[in-house]
């Protein structure tokens, strides 16, 4: 008998990534297979921590109109961010909702 955990490892981590997993709705395919929502993402540009899948932070996101913050990155993770990046970043959220 096959266990359903065992299916479907994340080409990164080795974690499954199959149904009843709790990785399976955000799994993103690869060559090789499949990775996991946490392996997928973004590491930091700043301290090089692996950001889960879609919650990097973005010069837009900070109101900015560049496509770099001013120390040259581009993806970074929330405690990462300057005080004034993290000031417009918590601005900009705020006028979204």
Same mark, same amino acid.
């Given at each position: 008998?096959? @266990?359903?955990?065992?299916?479907? +490892?994340?080409?990164? %981590?080795?974690?499954?990534?199959? /149904?009843?997993?709790?990785? /399976?709705?955000?799994? *993103? #395919?690869?060559?090789?297979?499949?990775?996991?929502?946490?392996?997928?993402?973004?590491?930091?540009?700043? %301290?090089?921590?692996?950001?889960?899948? @879609?919650?990097? *932070?973005? #010069? @837009?996101?900070?109101?900015?109109?560049?496509?770099? /913050?001013?120390?040259?990155?581009?993806?970074? %993770?929330?405690?990462? +961010?300057?005080?004034?990046?993290?000031?417009?970043?918590?601005?900009?959220?705020?006028? *979204? *909702?």
């Amino acid at each position: 008998m096959t @266990d359903k955990h065992t299916e479907d +490892l994340c080409v990164y %981590c080795g974690n499954s990534t199959a /149904f009843g997993s709790g990785r /399976f709705v955000n799994r *993103i #395919p690869s060559d090789e297979g499949w990775g996991c929502a946490d392996c997928t993402g973004y590491e930091c540009d700043r %301290c090089d921590k692996q950001i889960y899948l @879609d919650a990097e *932070i973005t #010069p @837009d996101q900070c109101g900015m109109d560049t496509e770099e /913050f001013s120390d040259g990155n581009r993806h970074v %993770c929330e405690s990462c +961010l300057t005080a004034h990046e993290s000031s417009q970043y918590h601005s900009e959220s705020e006028s *979204i *909702i």
